[in-house]
């Protein structure tokens, strides 16, 4: 199930605990979540998921309901 | 580490992070493209090594300015990427004018000159050598920028400083193919041109530099015999039917790996058995077998016997004196392997491979990474020295008091100042010693070299030697003096490898360097003894000597000697030599 | 107080005071008018009158009490009277002041009264005439209209969408009577109808194709029928917005928007303009787009009609002001209904994560705003476009 999948690669990259992850994890409410961050959590998803996110879509990643859209799309 | 995901390194990293209890060594990472995402991959390389990192990352593509903030780390990595280095070129570079290329290199070489000499006194540096694979090749004619390219780095193999390690990242790539390490569009949008698979193989083959320069190289290599030393099992196969032949198809690969511990023995590291047979069996096979490289001579310590490894190669770690986080343990036993992780997770393990053809392969790579290949003199010794401490255990026997064994030894100690030819022994013996060390404050040769040279401070190295052998240099005190008091001097460091403890010899030193001080002109010493996990033992040792304890705070006490009125012990059976009798 | 307009001729108000010989002390005092006749016992029972006498002025100063405080009462100036003082008055005396209104002067706004003071044996004692201004006050006469107003009634096109709902029921909510416009979806209109009457307003449901004039026209005249009047119209009919690709665009796509956008509403307003002149009160509300300030790609002609509707806005609100009629607009960002339930969760997911308050509009956020624009809170607004999009423009 890529829903959990992706809590863990959230989990590792922001440091934090893997329940304190949930659909409304934004940017907004992860402290750690910043642009250096940001680049560490795509290649993380691209290699858990062995898939290439297309550049225009690296910007919009910025929730756990876009990240798992996205994610969802390209498994496909 | 490299079959672990991206994701895993973090969250084993974030597991590690806090429980490692040693000073922190300072890493600086200097940069011309984004590397932020290997900060946690070299955080768990060095905490999976016991070493605790704090690392800084400069600022982005502003090496030189950095390099001089940096320089006072204990290890500073250059990351100065070919690819954004070429790209403050905006002109086509194959159309270059000869004479732009040539004012744009002589920038860069200024450019790596500023940083040569900014970093040339830091303990260690990392610097990648440039890499021209991200180019196409042109093959009928060199393209300008490969000969850019091996422009530059000649330039840095000429210049750079000898405590420089150049990194060859271009043997990265062929392994592994530049597609899997270099993200073109990641360099693009975000100056990252490195993928998570690349930083991972780099940091990882950076390993033996962190272990050396933190102390954490090993010393003993413990094998196994069964299916380990040869093919077979000598209980079960007999003497015929074990099989180390280098004409062999399957014993080719013991032969190999017998003759890398031979390799590893003259070089100093102390080679072990420890395997569940019967010790007459294995040693037969050893002394008869037609196709043994590994000889007896060659093995310093042995327990062949049915009892439990983990006990085993602990009784090897204590009657070697040493730690068993010093040792590195290969054995083809699934369960053997698990136990001694489970029980003595400090102590190297190496699996014997289920492909035996990748066996000599791997047990290379780990021997480029755990052991010292450059020894010098006395750890050539170090064998002999061994064999020669059970000689004098048992020898110990004979005598009624403690003072009569240990004048009927003869020893003989030498102590020499400053004396350059012994800097690199100084060095190791810094980095290594943990049990009789009383600041464990760990130098690099560049470092000690420094120390010789300064006028206000002196170096003493001690050697010893008895009527059993030559342990030689085994004892290093460093003295610098007081910054505010011309009459004050300070020990900044005093160690002594554990093979020559238990003689008195530590009393003799320190009323040697004692005397040396006054005859320097100095009325007060000052010392110190800062506490780790391993030097308990020498918790009280100024206070036998007669410093007195100025005061005691979280793990550091601090004394100090008044030299006019200090009592040497004055042990007449201990000789004590200023000149080498080589 | 009573207005010029309210006060009847024959119109009386009276008052009754007895004398005290305290009266008479405070006048000394006030006035000074010590003349012994008034105070002295003694000097009175040596004249003709035999006993103090009250002073003639102060019995008249009772018709100041009834022009000041009940006919007319505020805002009267009174600017003339004649006093004839016929019988002497006595301390005890009972005295009956009266005004009556004889005449009225419309272009000055005057009124003229006859003023008389009878005592308790029904002689007149003082007799007058009173010439009173009536002053207007600052208040218009629709805020008197108000306050005994009857129901209000707000006409809702495109009741059925999800906007037009929420703006139903919100209404109803504020205490509106509604009247549920529909074209085809008839069972969802009498659905609203019932929630609107569970709420205990009341509700009719009207179909109308509001292409159509004559429709509109229908519509209109039905609902005034019914209803006697409309107050408010929300005009929140909306329909898929096209998307045309610039190389395709043609000027019917603008004619389109247009008539679906403007020419509806110009109908709508001509139709209930009257009524809400004669009443010297209306609201009517708009909905535009935050297209119209920010474009989306491939929606020229759409945003170009929505951008004319804040012309027509502003024109008209300008042009109707003086009657009464306030027109506003709201113009909200992506509303999450039916319309726009084709439009990929990408694309909402995105443009939730990209707006401040982190989220896309409801139709109740919009029904919000409408509701403040139909209410008297926003009387004083008008031509005004209120922007409804989470923070992602800001004027």
Redesign the interface.
């Known amino acids: 199930m890529n829903n959990s999948r992706i809590k863990q690669v959230m989990s590792a990259v922001f440091e934090v605990p893997l329940d304190s992850i949930n659909e409304n994890s934004s940017t907004d409410n992860l402290e750690n979540w910043d642009s250096l961050r940001h680049l560490n959590l795509i290649l993380a998803l691209e290699e858990e998921f062995g898939v290439s996110i297309p550049d225009e879509e690296v910007g919009n990643l910025v929730n756990f309901k876009l990240i798992e859209l996205t994610i969802n799309e390209l498994v496909k | 580490m490299e079959n672990l ?4 390194i ?2 084993l990293n ?1 597991q590690l992070s806090g429980t490692i209890s040693s000073a922190p060594y300072q890493i600086g990472i200097l940069s011309n493209v ?1 590397v ?2 290997g900060k ?1 991959i070299l955080e768990y390389v060095c905490r999976k090594n016991q070493i605790e990192p704090t690392i800084e990352i400069g600022n982005f593509d502003n090496i030189v300015q950095d390099a001089a903030l940096f320089r006072d780390k204990n290890l500073v990595m250059v990351f100065w990427d070919t690819l954004n280095l070429m790209d403050q070129v905006s002109e086509f570079f194959e159309d270059l004018e000869e004479d732009t290329m040539a004012s744009f290199k002589q920038k860069i070489y200024s450019e790596l000159s500023m940083v040569f000499n900014n970093l040339s006194s830091t303990p260690s540096v990392i610097f990648n050598c440039f890499s021209s694979a991200y180019y196409p090749i042109n093959v009928i004619s060199e393209s300008k920028t490969h000969r850019f390219v091996s422009e530059l780095n000649r330039y840095v193999k000429e210049n750079a400083p000898s405590n420089f390690v150049l990194m060859d990242i271009d043997a990265i790539f062929q392994q592994h193919g530049l597609s899997q390490c270099y993200d073109q ?2 360099y693009l ?2 100056k ?1 041109p490195y ?2 698979n690349f930083l991972k193989h780099y940091m990882v083959s950076i390993e033996p530099l962190l272990l050396r320069n933190n102390g954490k190289l090993k010393k003993a290599l413990i094998l196994d015999c069964d299916n380990t030393l040869w093919q077979g099992i000598i209980g079960e196969d007999g003497l015929e039917g074990i099989d180390m032949a280098s004409s062999s198809k399957k014993g080719v690969f013991f032969h190999k790996i017998q003759q890398m511990a031979v390799f590893l023995s003259k070089r100093g590291i102390i080679i072990g058995l420890c395997s569940k047979n019967n010790e007459a069996d294995v040693l037969e096979a050893l002394r008869t077998h037609k196709d043994a490289v590994l000889k007896e001579e060659n093995i310093v310590i042995h327990k062949i016997n049915w009892n439990d490894k983990a006990a085993n190669l602990k009784a090897i770690a204590q009657e070697l004196n040493i730690g068993t986080d010093s040792l590195v343990f290969i054995d083809d036993s699934d369960f053997e392997i698990n136990l001694i992780r489970e029980k003595l997770p400090e102590v190297h393990c190496i699996h014997v491979p289920a492909l035996i053809s990748d066996y000599p392969q791997q047990l290379l790579k780990n021997i480029y990474k755990l052991f010292n290949l450059n020894p010098n003199k006395d750890d050539l010794k170090k064998t002999e020295m061994y064999k020669q401490q059970f000689q004098r255990e048992s020898a110990k026997d004979q005598f009624g008091s403690i003072d009569d064994y240990l004048a009927s030894l003869g020893i003989e100690l030498t102590v020499l100042v400053d004396d350059a030819a012994y800097i690199p022994r100084i060095s190791q013996l810094t980095q290594k010693t943990n049990q009789f060390n009383l600041t464990t404050l760990r130098y690099t040769e560049n470092q000690i070299e420094q120390f010789m040279e300064h006028p206000k401070s002196f170096t003493a190295s001690m050697f010893v030697k008895d009527k059993f052998g030559d342990s030689g240099l085994t004892g290093v005190c460093i003295l610098k003096e007081d910054e505010g008091d011309p009459r004050v001097i300070h020990i900044d460091s005093l160690l002594m490898s554990c093979r020559i403890l238990g003689r008195n010899i530590e009393y003799v030193f320190l009323d040697h360097v004692i005397e040396l001080a006054e005859k320097k002109g100095y009325s007060t010493i000052r010392a110190q003894f800062i506490t780790t996990k391993k030097n308990a033992q020498v918790k009280d040792y100024y206070e036998k000597i007669g410093f007195e304890l100025l005061r005691e705070s979280e793990g550091t006490k601090s004394y100090s000697l008044n030299i006019s009125t200090f009592k040497p012990r004055n042990i007449q059976y201990i000789k004590i030599n200023t000149t080498l009798n080589v | 107080m009573k207005t010029y307009a309210e006060i009847q001729v024959g119109q009386k108000e009276t008052l009754h005071h007895i004398i005290t010989s305290e009266d008479i002390s405070k006048f000394v005092e006030l006035t000074g008018d010590d003349n012994r006749l008034h105070v002295d016992e003694k000097f009175a029972s040596t004249t003709p009158f035999k006993k103090p006498v009250v002073h003639g002025m102060l019995g008249a100063s009772f018709i100041s009490t009834i022009i000041g405080t009940k006919l007319p009462g505020d805002g009267a100036l009174w600017f003339s009277q004649s006093l004839e003082f016929l019988l002497p008055v006595r301390v005890g005396d009972e005295l009956t002041i009266t005004a009556e209104v004889l005449k009225k002067h419309d272009k000055e706004q005057i009124i003229e009264l006859k003023t008389e003071i009878h005592n308790q044996n029904k002689q007149l004692v003082t007799k007058g005439l009173a010439k009173v201004k009536v002053i207007a006050t600052e208040k218009p006469e629709t805020q008197t209209a108000k306050i005994e107003a009857p129901q209000r009634v707000a006409l809702v096109i495109g009741g059925t969408g999800g906007i037009g709902m929420a703006t139903c029921l919100q209404l109803a909510k504020d205490g509106f009577d509604l009247i549920v416009h529909y074209n085809k979806n008839k069972e969802k209109a009498e659905a609203i109808k019932t929630q609107i009457e569970s709420l205990g307003r009341k509700a009719l449901c009207i179909q109308s194709n509001i292409t159509d004039d004559k429709e509109i026209q229908h519509m209109v005249e039905k609902g005034l029928r019914n209803f006697g009047r409309i107050d408010v119209l929300a005009h929140c009919a909306a329909s898929v917005i096209p998307n045309i690709k610039f190389q395709d665009l043609t000027w019917s796509d603008y004619t389109k928007q247009f008539e679906l956008n403007i020419k509806s509403s110009l109908s709508l307003i001509q139709a209930l303009a009257p009524g809400m002149i004669q009443e010297g009160y209306g609201k009517i509300i708009h909905i535009g787009s935050l297209a119209a300030d920010k474009p989306n790609a491939d929606w020229s002609a759409y945003i170009t009609a929505k951008s004319a509707l804040e012309g027509l806005t502003k024109s008209l609100a300008f042009e109707l002001a003086p009657k009464g009629i306030r027109i506003n607009m709201v113009s909200p960002s992506l509303v999450s209904t039916e319309l726009t339930a084709d439009v990929p969760e990408k694309i909402k997911l995105m443009t939730a994560a990209q707006t401040p308050l982190r989220r896309l509009a409801l139709a109740e956020d919009v029904a919000g705003v409408i509701s403040f624009l139909a209410s008297s809170k926003s009387d004083f607004l008008t031509g005004e476009n209120i922007r409804l999009n989470g923070g992602q423009i800001m004027y």
């Open positions: 995901k991206y994701t895993e973090l969250q974030k984004t932020n995402a946690e569009r990641f949008s975000s990252a993928t998570v």
